[in-house]
């Protein structure tokens, strides 16, 4: 049971940077300015709340590995509507589903980059692209590959220069990503289809030279071919 705390005079008060701070941190400072006798008890209160939210994020994490680990091979057979749906009757949560109820944490993150990808086979551009679009993890990887999607989802509309900058910037993400050469092959042939021969012709210059063993290294002399 608490007992009551001595009210803490002005000069107290004035001189606690900390709990004023906090206060109007929090916008309750004028409310509770005369009331900092239960101010201690709401610290501890705002305290374990967050180690209990970070310990329900860590719970969700575990839980979305868990059931990517069901539906992945669904989307790895090609399964993509059941992917993005689930099987109840073989106890596999859809990706849409573990993304709504588990988005907020990394594997829920990474879900959402395959509902997304499972709409673009399917040929649902929309929904591809808005969930590439609100990717917010943490994964290099991931994070060039929802770049790339979303590039590829512009391109499909036609919106060839924001499709250009986002093939750009999957290629910068990590220096370590194997499809870095893909995705500025992707860059170069998107500037070709608007014109943008000089910009086009840096960026196949740019693959011969550093990833000329790689496919999109072999492929790319038919474009500079086209410039030339």
């Known amino acids: 049971m608490l007992t009551k705390r001595k009210k803490l005079s002005r000069k107290e008060i004035k001189e606690d940077g900390l709990i004023t701070f906090y206060y109007k941190a929090v916008g309750l400072y004028e409310t509770h300015k005369k009331n900092f006798l239960i101010g201690g008890v709401a610290v501890i209160v705002v305290a374990a709340a967050l180690f209990f939210y970070n310990q329900q994020k860590n719970s969700n994490n575990d839980k979305a590995n868990v059931e990517l680990a069901r539906v992945i091979p669904l989307f790895d057979s090609g399964m993509y509507l059941e992917a993005i749906q ?78 250009a900058e986002l093939f750009r910037k999957a290629s910068a993400v990590s220096e370590e990503n194997a499809l870095n050469p893909q995705y500025l092959l992707s860059a170069g042939i998107n500037l070709l289809k608007q014109k943008k021969t000089t910009e086009a012709k840096e960026i196949f210059e740019r693959i011969k030279k550093d990833f000329a063993a790689t496919p999109s290294g072999r492929e790319v002399d038919r474009y500079l071919a086209q410039i030339e």
């Open 86 to 163: 689930g099987n109840p009757n073989a106890k596999v949560l859809g990706l849409k589903k573990i993304v709504a109820e588990y988005g907020n944490s990394d594997n829920g993150e990474i879900a959402k980059i395959y509902l997304a990808h499972s709409y673009a086979y399917l040929g649902k551009v929309d929904e591809a692209l808005a969930n590439y679009e609100d990717y917010s993890g943490s994964n290099d990887l991931f994070k060039a590959s929802a770049l790339a999607g979303a590039a590829a989802c512009y391109e499909s509309k036609n919106e060839f220069e924001k499709a």
